[in-house]
């Protein structure tokens, strides 16, 4: 059977396409989706996945028919036919990926803009109204703080200014506090985030409940204060696709809507010693009533002033007790708690920053 | 390959690129000496970009700049030494153009008194130095300060060595001549470089 | 032989030398010959090329289980920070372009040494005491910040090792600044007459974009390591939080350098894979302009991209557009290259030899590592994979997928010059054959465990990672075995090996054209360029001539560049390219 080249060319061309498109929506690599930014991130890196697919298969089978076609008859002691180039085809192969890319850009772009990332126009009138009512759901944080500190008798003096001067912004220049998340909309809840060697503490200002876990209400618009108190850190959830960077001196903001009931990982990403590897903690979206009792549970234990969940510093555990940090539970014991405390009562503090 | 007309104007010129590869295949070849001290020139530039550009950010991230508590510098000094430097500029040219006419003693003239400009500078940034009322680690606007006057003051006196170097070889006969003189160029060169810094950095640190 | 191979040689008759003597003692003092100098790089950096192995391998069987049961955490965070500080610093960029660069870029250009032969030597001899220094860390106990060594962690992790690891990158980054300024020099000044840019083998031009890439960059790393070690020694506070500093001003610093350093590691690469392709596909380079121009483009875009390693840090939205965008139009002049080695394979006589297979399995490897470079260039995306493994994936896929089986097709390519022995391709079959294999089976799974939420830089992970994650280890010592056959191969070739001859693969760059090795100038008499350096195929065409080419006594009898015999050059093969037609002319 002798079918013409191009239509072997075209056959080809057919099967790769829709083998790609296939894999591109088949490829199982990524973890569920549990909040509303998720699924576009998935659709965009679909997207890629189909491209990159096609791609791949493109230019490894070029390379498999050439080692098999082309390999070279061991009497044959001539040269290869002298083609220098082809004008069209290099335009060709500039245009299509310049187009490719560009349209990734601005797909890219598209759904950062939905994750809430750009608003340059927007953001300084928005930001600063939000940032009254941040600054008024603090204050409460900042008053009960001295209480807390004061109970485990360690000097109550706000961090920021004392320990890490604020940073300003400066966009032109490249550095800027960063923040993820759309900040247009407005915010139903906020909990404050703050990073150290080797854990995350979580405050949630209303209340001045302070926990090594956190835990948020699901289809809210939760906003994720962070700050760090030693080293760099990122807060990462890779369920919801979001990642930010804790950066010492400036306050990050994370926002999300969490639209899965469920627990999942809440990890460090940015290598912050040692113990990086163990830095993590899980966040559980859970629906509101469920919340309630739990934050419930927790000003109670508060009160009594006892077994509160914190987060705990493995440096301070032994070995032996470190070993199986997944199967366990964090909790402290009193002990732990008084070593903790210094960055407890900088935590509370950290958000009174605007 | 072979033809009836000849083409004087390409073989002359041939017979001329070639002369220059044979005689510059083999090590000493003082006009890529040159192209070399500018070229590592660039590297040099880039360093002291990469500082300046530390040093804009820092000053457009912190709330106030200087920090609170820096005493204001004294510009008469700083504007003094910034006068005698670019000055020797002009000076170091001279030297230049002096070799250019075979004119040894004219070399070793303004290089001696580009030499003792340079002294002069540096001796006016040490007198700073020692009367500035910060320190080292006092804060991120002295940091940067010394760093940045400190690191270029190290050139100026690399650059004065070289200076001297330079007069020293002189003081033998016929080590420079109109057509072999890379060290007087490299010396001059590398202060012009020196030069240039010092202005950008006079201007951001002192006048900004 | 070919034609084309045939019609060059004759060409360059006079330019054999006679071999060169062989005094091993050159080989360890301070020799100002570029090939000595070539090879002192190759080896220097190939021995720390497997102490760079052995320290993955160390980092791999500590994660071959999930808990952290081989090392100790902070050995751990050491093993993973010198072992991307020795294979970026010390293998990859000084192999390359040191090593490589030396030995090719004087004979591909028909030069006699480098512009500054002695400059050269020093920086050689900057590098193994910088990497001793380094090694010599695990004694104070070594930085164990990460190869990107950010402030404050850097600042407060052991002050010793980290000013261990800042001295010897900074040695280290001297060298290549020297090395750079080296290359630019010779490359625009000692060319052959008759070689205009045009007619440069790829490699030259590689070799341009990444010195000045070098040169350009390095100096600002340099800017940051000068501050950091004030900052860890003195006590200021550039890049410390608690005194008013600001670590992501280091962060733009420390990547301005370091990706473009990406580009250091990898054009020199795609310069040697343009050489071998061609010669081995017995086909002109595909675009020959294309290529080369592509090097330019790249090397301008690769100094405007560094930012896209800090999409979560603190860098404003409008940067983020702005370096997503130029990230992704890398992607461009990139393709231009691939596509254009496909071309020149597609249609070609292959030559399957180890070479060949090794530039092949670089093209297949590093368009993994470029489908997922454009991926983490999508802003939305990186903030999901940032700092995972997903990360370390695409890094292997374009440093070890991509420059170094583009190394080791050079080694393979380039040995018969080098040493005058010819490799056994048995054993580059098997080595070619493990090292492909364990190379996907160690990076292709760590894609997935990115994305499911594995974070790099962890001594302990999750057990639901731990099936992967084996696979991957075992991988990992799969090709770290691969390295044996090569070794074997080239101890018993270097000694016993089956002498080659000047021209074992019927090349047409100038290289070839000497005798193998070359002797101590490298050519007898000026070669000249009879043909360009990819005319492959095109000696039917050449006219036949009766004179010799070129005559050092009398240049204007011979049929060369310098002849005074013509009045019209033939436009297929003339030397001087004005006088060339087609691909190649550009006067």
Redesign the interface.
């Known amino acids: 059977m002798n079918i013409p080249s191009q239509i072997v060319t075209l056959l080809a061309g057919i099967i790769l396409t829709l083998v790609s498109l296939w894999y591109g929506q088949n490829h199982h ?3 569920i989706a549990a909040s509303e ?1 998720a699924p ?2 998935d659709s ?2 679909d997207t ?1 996945m189909v ?2 697919t096609g ?2 298969l493109l ?2 089978g ?2 498999i028919y ?2 098999i076609k ?4 061991p009497n ?11 004008i069209p ?2 335009i060709v ?2 245009a299509i ?2 187009v490719i ?2 349209g ?2 601005i ?3 598209d ?2 803009q939905a ?1 809430g ?4 126009m927007d953001h300084s009138v928005a930001h600063h109204g939000k940032n009254h009512t941040q600054m008024a759901k603090m204050s409460g944080a900042a008053v009960a703080a001295p209480l807390i500190a004061d109970s485990q008798g360690v000097d109550a003096t706000p961090l920021m200014s004392e ?16 923040k ?1 998340g759309d900040s247009t909309k407005p915010t139903e809840f906020v909990v404050n985030a703050a990073g150290m060697q080797y854990a995350w503490l979580f405050t949630y200002p209303d209340t001045e409940v302070v926990a090594g876990e956190l835990h948020v209400p699901i289809n809210r618009n939760v906003l994720i204060n962070i700050s760090a108190n ?3 850190h ?1 807060f ?1 959830v ?2 919801f ?5 804790a ?4 306050q ?1 903001e994370v926002r999300f809507v969490a639209n899965r009931l469920g627990e999942y ?1 809440l ?12 830095m993590k903690t899980k966040i559980v979206v859970e629906s509101q009533a469920d919340f309630d009792t739990w934050l419930q549970t927790q000003i109670a234990s508060a009160e009594v002033g006892l077994d509160r969940a914190i987060a705990t510093t493995p440096a301070t555990l032994t070995e032996v007790e470190y ?1 199986a ?2 199967a366990k539970e964090i909790g402290v014991t009193a002990g732990v708690l008084q070593q903790l405390q210094p960055a407890a009562a900088k935590s509370v503090h950290a958000p009174s920053i605007s | 390959m072979t033809g009836s007309t000849l083409d004087s104007a390409k073989t002359s010129l041939n017979y001329h690129h070639s002369d220059e590869v044979q005689a510059t295949a083999h090590a000493e070849h003082h006009d890529f000496r040159v192209l070399g001290i500018i070229v590592f020139l660039v590297a040099e530039g880039m360093i002291f970009l990469g500082l300046f ?1 530390a040093y ?2 820092f000053r ?4 106030t700049w200087p920090p609170e508590g820096t005493p204001k510098l004294e510009l008469l000094l700083p504007g003094i030494n910034t006068v005698i430097l670019i000055s020797s500029s002009f000076v170091i040219h001279n030297a230049d153009t002096a070799i250019k006419k075979n004119d040894t003693k004219g070399l070793r003239l303004w290089f001696g008194v580009t030499a003792a400009m340079g002294a002069i500078f540096l001796a006016g940034q040490l007198y700073e130095y020692f009367h500035l009322e910060f320190g080292l680690t006092t804060n991120l606007f002295a940091s940067t300060f010394y760093v940045l006057t400190g690191f270029h003051g190290l050139h100026v006196l690399f650059g004065l060595m070289l200076i001297l170097g330079v007069l020293w070889r002189s003081l033998k006969p016929n080590h420079y001549s109109s057509t072999a003189h890379f060290g007087v160029e490299a010396a001059e060169v590398y202060w012009h470089f020196v030069d240039v810094v010092w202005v950008i950095l006079f201007l951001m640190l002192y006048i900004l | ?4 191979a045939q019609y060059q040689e004759k060409a360059n008759l006079l330019a054999h030398g006679s071999e060169p003597e062989n005094n091993w003692r050159q080989y360890f003092g301070f020799s100002t010959d570029h090939k000595v100098i070539g090879i002192q790089y190759l080896v220097t950096t190939f021995i720390f090329y497997l102490v760079g192995g052995v320290l993955a391998t160390l980092v791999r069987t500590e994660l071959a289980t999930p ?2 049961d081989f090392v ?3 050995v ?2 050491s093993l993973f920070t010198v072992h991307a500080t020795v294979m970026i610093f010390l293998w990859i960029v000084p192999a390359a372009t040191g090593g490589f660069g030396n030995y090719l870029v004087p004979l591909m250009i028909g030069a006699r040494d480098m512009a500054f032969p002695r400059l050269n030597a020093i920086a050689f001899w900057i590098i193994p005491p910088a990497g001793i220094l380094l090694m010599s860390s695990f004694l104070v106990g070594a930085p ?3 190869w ?1 060594s ?1 402030p ?2 850097s600042l ?2 052991g002050k010793a090792g980290e000013m261990i690891w800042i001295l010897s990158v900074l040695m280290l980054g001297t060298s290549s600044i020297l090395a750079a300024v080296n290359f630019i020099v010779t490359i625009v000044k000692m060319r052959i007459p008759g070689m205009g840019f045009n007619q440069m083998p790829l490699f030259c031009w590689a070799m341009l974009a990444t010195s000045f890439l070098a040169l350009v960059a390095t100096p600002v790393l340099a800017g940051a390591l000068i501050l950091l070690s004030f900052d860890l020694i003195v006590g200021t506070n550039f890049f410390n ?4 500093g ?4 280091y962060q ?1 610093m420390f990547w301005f350098y370091s990706h473009p350093a990406v580009y250091i590691m990898i054009l020199p690469v795609f310069g040697m894979i343009s050489e071998i392709v061609s010669v081995h ?4 380079i ?5 290529i080369a121009y592509s090097s330019i483009a790249i090397c301008g875009l690769g100094l405007i991209v560094w ?1 896209h390693h800090m999409f ?10 702005f370096f ?2 130029t990230s ?2 890398i ?2 002049p990139t ?2 290259k ?3 080695w ?2 020149t ?8 030899e180890s070479p060949l297979l090794f530039a ?1 399995g670089f ?2 490897l590093f ?2 590592g470029g ?2 470079g ?2 983490v260039a ?4 990186d ?2 994979v ?3 493994y997903f990360i370390v994936a695409h890094l292997h896929y374009v440093l070890f997928g991509g420059s170094v089986f583009g190394l080791y097709a050079a080694f393979y390519h380039w040995f018969p010059k080098i040493t005058g022995k010819m490799l056994n391709d048995t054993w580059g079959k098997l080595h070619f054959a493990l090292s492909y294999v364990g190379f996907n089976l160690a990076f292709m799974p760590m ?2 465990l990115g ?3 594995m ?9 639901k990672f731990a099936a992967l994650n084996l696979l991957c280890t075992i991988g990992a010592y799969l090709l770290a075995v691969s390295t044996l056959p090569f070794l074997v191969n080239v101890c018993w070739s270097w000694a016993y090996g089956k002498p080659a001859s000047d021209n074992p693969w ?1 090349a047409l760059t100038l290289e070839w054209m000497t005798t193998s090795p070359p002797p101590v100038e490298n050519f007898e008499a000026d070669p000249v360029l009879a043909t360009g350096p ?6 039917s065409r050449a006219t036949q001539v009766n004179v010799p080419f070129s005559d050092p006594h009398s240049p204007g009898l011979s049929a060369g560049p310098s002849s005074t015999l013509r009045a019209k050059a033939d436009p297929v093969v003339a030397a001087m390219p004005s006088d060339r037609q ?2 190649s002319n550009n006067r």
């Open positions: 690599l990524l973890p930014v576009l991130v965009l890196f890629m491209i990159g791609i791949f230019v490894n070029i390379l050439s080692v082309f390999r070279r008859d044959d002691d001539t040269d290869g036919p002298p083609v220098h180039g082809n085809l290099e192969w500039t990926p310049a890319v560009l990734l850009s797909y890219s772009f759904v950062y994750e990332g750009q608003d340059p320990d890490l001067p604020p940073k300003q912004e400066a966009p032109a220049l490249g550095t800027v506090s960063p993820v030693d080293v760099i990122a990462w890779p369920e696709r979001l990642k930010q960077d950066v010492p001196g400036r990050t990982p990890i460090c990403a940015e290598l912050c010693g040692a113990y990086h590897g163990a070993l940090p997944y | 550009m804009l950010t457009s991230v912190s709330p | 032989m070919t034609q084309a808990e952290s100790s955490r902070e751990y965070n164990g910040s990460g990107t950010y404050p962690l407060i992790s939080p608690t005194g008013g600001d670590p992501v001003v733009h596909s017995r086909k002109p595909f675009g020959y302009k294309a930012a979560t840090s603190g860098t404003p939205p409008w940067l983020r557009m997503m965008i992704m139009i992607a461009v393709g231009i691939v596509f254009s496909l071309a394979i597609w249609g070609g006589k292959l030559r399957l092949m093209i297949s368009v993994i489908i997922s454009v991926m999508s802003v939305p995306w903030i999901h940032h700092d995972t894609h997935k994305i499911e939420g974070n790099r830089r962890i001594a302990e992970y999750d057990p019927g990819y005319d492959y195929g095109m000696g087609g691909e």
